[in-house]
């Protein structure tokens, strides 16, 4: 099963607006961290915020993490028609059953900005 | 500095067919990930290797494995091939330390698509 749950999974905003997408998630992790992906690409690195950091800021792109919640949001200030992509969610943790932590993806947001 | 490297980009195969897909790290990162992504099942973890040893391992069947060499690129190889399995296979490489902690984010190369027909 999914770490992560990405809401909305569709969403459509004009140029110019700020654009939201929540992530909850069910254990507990090192890190989350969010891609983007252009149609039928690889995936993109955004940004990594760690267990112990409560907020991170990148040009236009600010996450927070609410551990107590086991939920982060990725907020697109100023949303322009090339961030129109797939985002995803991804949490880093270590199953149970072995030393190593491994990176699971949520089930994304479809984000369109429309000029 | 290089990125991550997928060959073959696309392929078709037919049922009960096998393939072998690979892939190159960034240079210096020593761990290498496979997911399979579809448009029903989103992104799903298929396994990693580290330092050739498998480490992590996902939820497919034994149809489905890989390797790593002593360069660190791994390859995987799905057998016996159903329609089910066509996708995009990505791979991603990153970074762990002697001791496999992880220190940062995953690097996707473009990833190879498979049909079935």
């Known amino acids: 099963s999914q770490q992560g749950e990405e809401d909305p999974q569709a969403l459509s905003i004009q140029e110019g607006e700020n654009a939201t997408m929540n992530c909850s998630y069910k254990?507990?992790?090192?890190?989350l961290q969010w891609y983007r992906q252009n149609s039928g690409r690889g995936l993109v690195h955004l940004i990594l915020i760690r267990s112990n950091e409560r907020e991170k800021h990148s040009g236009r792109l600010r996450v927070t993490l609410d551990t107590s919640k086991k939920s982060s949001s990725l907020l697109i200030t100023a949303s322009r028609a090339a961030d129109t992509a797939s985002y995803f969610c991804?949490?880093?943790?270590?199953?149970?059953?072995?030393?190593?932590?491994?990176?699971?993806f949520g089930p994304g947001t479809s984000l369109s900005v429309i000029p | 500095k290089a990125g991550v490297t997928q060959t073959p980009r696309y392929l078709i195969k037919t049922r009960g067919q096998q393939v072998t897909l690979s892939c190159s790290p960034i240079s210096g990162h020593r761990s290498v990930s496979w997911y399979q992504q579809t448009p029903g099942q989103g992104l799903q973890f298929l396994f990693e290797?580290?330092?050739?040893?498998?480490?992590n391992k996902g939820n497919f069947p034994g149809r489905f494995s890989g390797r790593q060499f002593s360069n660190s690129r791994s390859e995987m190889n799905v057998s016996t091939l159903e329609l089910g399995d066509s996708a995009l296979y990505l791979c991603a490489s990153s970074f762990r330390t002697s001791g496999g902690r992880r220190t940062g984010e995953l690097f996707f190369g473009e990833g190879s698509r498979l049909t079935v027909l």
């Open positions: 290797y580290f330092s050739e040893t498998q480490r």
């Open positions: 254990t507990s992790i090192n890190n």
């Open positions: 991804a949490t880093d943790s270590r199953p149970p059953e072995t030393s190593y932590d491994k990176v699971i």
